[in-house]
């Protein structure tokens, strides 16, 4: 931490009912609330000491000198948790799927209320699922899937079944023949955009194909 003496003089000045006055390191230990050992640390991260003890002489500190660091300290690892604890709080809500509004004003969350509330999501959908209330989507993606091959088998033969029983011409025969191979393009690409990835639409034999059933009947 970059520590400006002066600038925290300026934020952090001693109550006005304390005296400034030069303390030892146990007085400096008792003014901050720490033990002498937390105060050698505090040496060790820069804090203020007009004079370091040897041959027998004892430390030295200016009582708002180690006052304003501390101060400044605290309030420097605060700000850092708090950045910790948002993050946390953001990448939370992105993995449950939260919409950019809410990252942004989202509440910040600790680390405990992150593991607490995920915990109880996952009871919440849990149950929903055994109520039947919430279908897992690899579940919804396959009765997707098995609905668009029947749907397709469905517009495959039924060309076949309309040149039978209609007695249609070959002309109209090749104007029907687009116009439903024209629908299952626009079904295999809707249903790649809402479902991504390789599915039994896609991976049977398409219309429009060289081995699919135009080519069947060039």
């Known amino acids: 931490m970059t520590f400006d003496l002066e600038d925290a003089l300026r934020r952090y000045p001693l109550p006005e009912d304390i005296a400034d006055v030069v303390v030892n390191r146990g007085q400096c230990a008792t003014a901050l609330g720490v033990s002498e050992n937390i ?9 203020p000491v007009l004079s370091r003890g040897s ?5 030295e500190f200016q009582m708002s000198e180690c006052f304003a660091w501390k101060m400044a300290r605290d309030e420097a690892n605060k700000a850092r948790r708090d950045a910790g604890d948002r993050v946390a709080a953001q ?25 607490k509330e ?17 279908v897992r989507a690899a579940r919804v993606r396959e009765a997707f899937e098995d609905m668009l ?10 060309v ?15 104007k029907m023949q687009v116009r ?11 249903f790649s955009q809402a479902c991504p990835g390789e599915v039994a639409l896609l991976s049977a034999h398409h219309p429009l194909d060289a081995d699919g059933p135009e080519a069947d009947r060039a």
Not at 55 to 59: D, S, V
Not at 118 to 134: G, V
């Open 39 to 47: 105060v050698t640390k505090y040496l060790d991260q820069g804090m």
């Open 55 to 59: 041959n027998g002489q004892a430390y």
């Open 118 to 134: 995920s915990q109880a999501d996952y009871a919440r959908n849990k149950a929903a699922e055994a109520r039947r209330e919430l």
């Open 180 to 190: 439903c191979d024209g629908t299952l393009v626009q079904m295999r690409q809707e």
């Open 160 to 174: 076949d079944f309309a040149e039978m029983e209609f007695g249609l011409t070959p002309e109209q025969v090749r």
């Open 91 to 115: 990448m939370s809500l992105m993995f449950r799927g939260a919409d950019e509004d809410e990252l942004d004003e989202g509440p910040v969350l600790t680390a405990e209320q992150i593991i």
């Open 149 to 158: 091959i029947v749907v397709r088998t469905q517009v495959v033969s039924l």
